[in-house]
């Protein structure tokens, strides 16, 4: 029994590992569409290099990445896809603003809806909530690569907003007009970011109870796992209890 035990816990332990890569993999191939929209080439195209170089750092395998590049580009007969951006509140009133990119939004807008509603929530009309966001770039860059002054300077002169110490990186915030210059000015000094993202960020964050940021985190992971959602944004303050929420999933 004792070795049949052991045979099923390798099972599952294999299985749950195999659903984090697909998951991995999914969200990787997401990112690559979405930087492919902007020209299948990535000599000419750097977010899509930075997709493909993230890829291919989780194992990727080729011809996925090549299909992703494809689809984005809409370089597939009969495949055309598009983003859509869908504006909701969460649980406690949590605005969030949730990026797709589908070959259907017919299907995609109830599917992401009923998802929300299901944990509290409910789908907003257009510019709903949008108004509590601006669209920024942020750049992560480890703090052994290189002193703080130096890389002030260098973001700066690039044209960045603010750079921030956050543990073991620092945070570089542009604006969407000067995150391509920044991140270009990074890769002509030798370093590589850890993330290099266009995200929504909220004016004005929200603190809640440790029991709504419960929900809405779960709410994040399960809308992040539907194969046509390419990233959650929320008002929610990421405070220090939260992050410990996230640390002890």
Not at 132 to 154: N, Q, S
Request: net charge negative; hydrophobic share 45%.
């Amino acid at each position: 029994m004792a070795g049949h035990s052991h045979a099923a816990n390798i099972a599952v332990k294999k299985g749950k590992a195999d659903r984090l890569r697909a998951k991995i993999f999914s969200k990787l191939s997401r990112d690559i569409m979405v930087a492919a929209r902007g020209g299948p080439d990535p000599a000419f195209n750097f977010a899509l290099r930075h997709a493909i170089d993230a890829a291919r750092a989780q194992s990727m395998p080729n011809d996925k990445i090549d299909y992703a590049v494809k689809k984005g580009a809409g370089l597939i007969e009969g495949i055309k896809v598009s983003e859509m951006l869908l504006e909701a509140y969460g649980p406690g009133g949590v605005a969030m603003l949730v990026e797709c990119l589908t070959d259907n939004p017919n299907r995609t807008r109830p599917e992401v809806g009923g998802i929300i509603e299901k944990a509290g929530g409910k789908l907003g009309a257009a510019n709903s909530v949008l108004w509590m966001f601006k669209r920024r770039g942020l750049i992560a860059v480890k703090t052994a690569d290189i002193a703080e002054d130096r890389l002030m300077d260098l973001v700066l002169d690039a044209g960045a907003e603010d750079l921030t110490p956050s543990g073991d990186v620092y945070e570089i915030q542009t604006t969407i007009e000067t995150f391509d210059a920044v991140r270009k000015a990074l890769e002509e000094a030798k370093l590589k970011p850890t993330m290099a993202e266009m995200k929504y960020l909220a004016d004005n964050e929200i603190e809640v109870k440790p029991e709504i940021a419960q929900r809405i985190l779960a709410l994040i992971e399960n809308l992040e796992d539907h194969d046509d959602v390419n990233a959650v944004h929320t008002s929610m303050k990421f405070t220090d209890e939260v992050i410990a929420l996230i640390e002890k999933a």
